[in-house]
């Protein structure tokens, strides 16, 4: 495609960085220069298509996220350059608990679903500071609209996150985005779950659940977090029939009541008479079993320990295998219910001990059962603290509790082995870069404790697309589900076939499912969402399975995991055949950057400071799975990125400056070295000097080990080799010829050109505002849609490096003689290799030479300088 900027426009007489991001961002967005073609990609089958990873649009971007979608984009760009038709869309991720508390947060509002929906509503603040507030001080307001703030501000917010991805050259093709709460998404959601139920990997059960009391939500396995919080344990007896006591230690006293048994391991020798028999519960009174079980701990405590309806999850791991009743006693609310599952079992003083807990928090409860285990005489000594981890939702802020309630799942393979096999032989399918973050996956695969909870308590996400026959007594009896064509619904707005909105709610009628989707359940297929799955068939058929899933290491389990699983489950197939793993970010003390430690950077100002390019630069001198440090105060690699970007300019604008007309149309002979794929003018001039060739040689190395680099992921090899080569070429090769291209000689001039040329599309994916600049002023088109380089060369003859290495050695002798690097040299003597006596002209003119007398040795040395005198 032919630039809008012609090359005619000339070099600017003083090229500067600032102003490129703006100025291309919307040229490359004109001329389409990232659009996907498909009828090329069905001419060629040559498609690179990318799984692109929707930031959670609640809030801002930070630095790590432009720390991992640069790494993205340099495998997109590089693809590009290779030929390629990349399918490379973007999406955002928009549905969830962080949107709702965001805006909960922003407008001052919450969601009461009993209100009913008011037009035009004006939330009662807008700009809050999306930190936590008191519910109390919120509005109460209809789901509706609920949702459509939520709609409003991600609208808002996926439109400077777009602007910001633009400021940094993301080679997205803009035109291929889709939210995840939008209607295609939807549509793609509720119909793989609606084949999830046909085929039996969903389902609905009473289950315990792990559940944030703030955010009235049951979490999964995947959302959890460990926490070290402080504790205490508290020495407790139980009561034998002969009269006896046993001794437990806890850190959950408040939880006797839902008590269910003492567990104790099989093979501990203290307690294997007792295995069998009962002992009854201090206060409440209830008998309950004692039982063995392996994952009791003999040196924790005492070594037995109540099982509990549900103190953690290992109690739910107790209950499950051992089959133990169920008397849970806390209300999603996180307080004591009123009644008590098992109070039929409470003694008469059990009764009323757990009348002065119904409806306290469990902090509370705790006090008062303390309180009454000491006046029972069965606190032995004053309890003793400890610390041990807590699990959170990863976005909450209070330890999570564990609840019985209905909630859907899709099977993963924690109860399936041949279906944990096919996960396990997928993970291997897929080429993690590097290789070593597959054992994260692995991990967790084989970790797995219980199935994949997705049903979530919420407002704004994918409704579960089904209703409920009422019977003749109101009750939920089957499942109704929609067709496929008419996705995608809600069920708490329309009406399941065969029935009428009056019939809602009513014996005899419907009842809609009121739940949601876990975000995750939506996020796991962005493969199909925005490969058009069903929709297009064509097209997911070109795309599918993709080429890369580029993403962070801490959504190994989540979004990679979840991506597979679901994968499997529909398509039989890996969703991708490459895995990009990210490091973390990290301050300068090393600690990962998070929200929740307050130490994230974002990156509109560094931006602002450093240039696009300087940010992409540091970017990609992280290999993949690699932490970065980055300090704020002192950000290093992007000073020295821009110091590069800076440098293309300057000596794209030096080399461009030599004589070129009389280049063209000169060809030069079979052998010599040689651009391949687009061949410049240039490139068909006879390079005939040996140090021109042998500069070319060494650069036909760099292609090879650049190539090799993004072709296996790793980029900070290619960037490390391409850079090296650079500086040497304008600190050294610049300066050992620029006299031989002020002259007009042809050879140092398309040797000069040609090397530029190559560079340039080396530097592209890291740096793309400087290099389309630059590649701009001498070439139609865009550098990021020109063929990658292939340099044709003998093998280097080390020429450069030695003459390097000789000018250096007469840099160094000028300066010990404390003269100026202009100052002229009236006879000289070299001691180095032979191979020096090729580029004895060249260094004689750069070190201002008139005699250079050259001895044969294995060091390169200056044997003796004999400067002119300095005349003022």
Known sequence: ?????????????????????????????????????????????????????????????????????????????????????????????????????????????????????????????????????????????????????????????????????????????????????????????????????ARGEAYQAEAPTLWDITFR???????????????????????????????????????LPACVALVAHPDDERYQHLFGTTVTTPIFGVEVPIVAHRLAQKDKGTGIAMICTFGDVTDVVWWRELDLPNRTVLGRDGRFLEEAPASDLFSGAGRAAYAELAGKTVFSAKARVVELLRESGDLIGDPKPTTHAVKFFEKGDKPLEIVSTRQWYITNGARDEKLRERLLDAGRAIAFHPDFMRVRYENWVGGLTGDWLISRQRFFGVPIPVWYHLDADGERGRVIVPAEETLPVDPSTDVPPGFTEAQRGVPGGF??????????????????????????????????????????????????????????????????????????????????????KGNVVTPGAILDEHGADAVRYWAASSRLGTDAAFDPQNPKQMKIGRRLAIKVLNAAKFVYGFDASTLVGRVG??????????????????????????????????????????????????????????????????????????????????????????????????????????????????????????????????????????????????????????????????????????AVDDLKAVGRIAQLDLVEADEIEVRSIELAEVTS
């Not at 939500?217 to 009269?243: I, N, S, W």
């Not at 197939?573 to 990009?580: E, K, R, V």
């Not at 290099?771 to 139609?780: A, G, L, N, R, Y």
Request: charge should be negative; proline fraction near 6%; glycine fraction near 6%.
């Open 1 to 197: 495609m032919t630039s809008a900027i012609p090359a005619e426009s000339g070099i600017p007489e003083k090229p500067a960085l600032e102003g490129l991001e703006p100025k291309w961002a919307d040229h490359w967005e004109q001329a389409g220069t990232y659009r996907f073609h498909r009828a090329a990609a069905l001419a060629a089958g040559r498609v690179f298509s990318i799984d692109t990873p929707p930031p959670t649009a609640s809030g801002s971007l930070h630095i790590g996220h432009v720390f991992s979608y640069t790494h993205m984009d340099l495998a997109a760009r590089f693809q590009r350059m290779r030929g390629k038709q990349i399918f490379y869309p973007m999406g955002w991720d928009d549905n969830g608990l962080p949107t709702e508390r965001r805006v909960q947060n922003y407008y001052g509002v919450r969601c009461d679903p009993t209100l009913p929906y008011v037009e035009g509503y004006v939330p009662p603040m807008e700009g809050g500071d999306n930190s936590s507030s008191k519910a109390a001080d919120q509005v109460p307001i209809s789901r509706r609209n609920f949702i459509e703030l939520c709609e409003r501000l991600t609208i808002e917010d996926e439109k400077q996150f777009e602007d910001l991805w633009r400021a940094m050259g993301l080679s997205v093709d803009w035109s291929l985005t889709y939210r995840t709460i939008g209607a295609e998404a939807q549509i793609v959601a509720q119909r793989a779950f609606l084949r999830n139920l």
């Open 217 to 255: 939500t049951a979490v999964a396995q995947a959302e959890l977090e460990d926490k070290e919080q402080p504790a205490a344990y508290h020495a407790v007896t139980f009561h034998q029939p002969d009269g006896g006591r046993i001794e437990i230690a806890t850190t959950r006293p408040e939880l």
């Open 511 to 596: 009842e809609g499912d009121l739940d949601i989707m876990d975000t995750w359940a939506t996020s796991s297929l962005t493969p199909q969402i925005a490969g058009g799955w069903e929709s297009d068939p064509e097209l997911f058929a070109l795309v599918f399975p993709y080429s890369l899933r580029s993403q962070g290491q801490d959504i190994i389990r989540t979004w990679l995991f979840s991506t597979v699983l679901r994968a499997q489950l529909e398509h039989g197939s890996i969703p991708w055949t490459n895995a990009g793993i990210s490091g973390f970010i990290v301050d300068p003390d090393r600690k990962k950057m998070s929200k929740s």
């Open 669 to 838: 002979p079979e052998g010599r070295a040689t651009l391949g794929d687009r061949v410049a003018p240039e490139a068909r001039v006879e390079i005939t000097n040996p140090l021109d060739l042998d500069m070319l040689a060494e650069l036909a190395e760099v292609v090879r080990i650049a190539t090799k680099g993004y072709e296996e992921y790793d980029h900070a090899r290619a960037l490390e080799a391409t850079e090296q080569f650079f500086w040497t070429f304008c600190d050294d090769y610049l300066e050992l010829v620029k006299e031989r291209a002020y002259s007009g000689d042809a050879s140092s001039v398309a040797a000069l050109r040609l090397a530029l040329d190559i560079m340039l599309r080396l530097f592209a994916p890291v740096i793309p505002f400087a290099t389309e600049e630059v590649w701009s002023w001498t070439h139609d088109g865009s550098v990021h849609t020109a063929a990658w380089p292939t340099l044709e060369a003998e093998a280097p003859r080390g020429l450069l490096p030695a003459v390097s290495a000789a000018l250096i050695g007469i840099r160094r002798a000028k300066t010990e003689a404390q003269a100026s690097q202009k100052t002229e040299v009236l006879t000289a003597t070299l001691a180095g290799p032979a191979i020096l006596a090729d």
